[in-house]
């Protein structure tokens, strides 16, 4: 499931990922979020937070993903990854790569930090 989170700056989609992550949520939540945001600016971040009961993926959702990316790939300014898993940490590294806008990974104990360098305007 895919929560968006309130408190953030117009230019920052926020989600909560938790439980399994379908389809549906993208569809209804995530896509809808990003074009309404894209609608007002140029580019915008993204804060991505996983809870500890996050479970994973359905297969239907990594091929969302995979276009999620292909079509909005030069649309994000910074993305921020939360979580303590060390599997999801590893994962969001390796995909750094691949995103041409600074990615980065903090812990939940280090959300502030990770607050502060999402609101920063520089890259």
């Known amino acids: 499931?895919?929560?968006?989170?309130?408190?953030?700056?117009?230019?920052?989609?926020?989600?909560?990922?938790?439980?399994?992550?379908?389809g549906d949520d993208y569809?209804?939540?995530l896509l809808p979020a990003i074009e309404g945001r894209l609608k007002d600016h140029a580019s915008i971040k993204?804060?991505?937070e996983?809870?500890?009961?996050?479970?994973?993926?359905?297969?239907?959702?990594l091929w969302d993903d995979a276009m999620l990316g292909f079509f909005h790939l030069t649309d994000f300014s910074r993305v921020v990854i939360i979580t303590d898993s060390d599997w999801i940490t590893s994962m969001a590294k390796a995909m750094a790569y691949m995103i041409p806008c600074p990615v980065?990974?903090?812990?939940?104990?280090?959300s502030h930090l990770a607050e502060q360098?999402?609101?920063?305007?520089?890259s």
């Open 50 to 61: 996983f809870d500890e009961g996050f479970k994973g993926i359905t297969v239907e959702t």
């Open 104 to 110: 980065k990974v903090f812990d939940k104990s280090n």
């Open 27 to 29: 569809d209804k939540r």
């Open 46 to 48: 993204l804060w991505y």
């Open 117 to 122: 360098w999402i609101a920063d305007n520089e």
């Open 1 to 22: 499931m895919l929560e968006i989170l309130d408190g953030f700056n117009h230019d920052t989609v926020a989600i909560k990922a938790s439980g399994v992550v379908t």
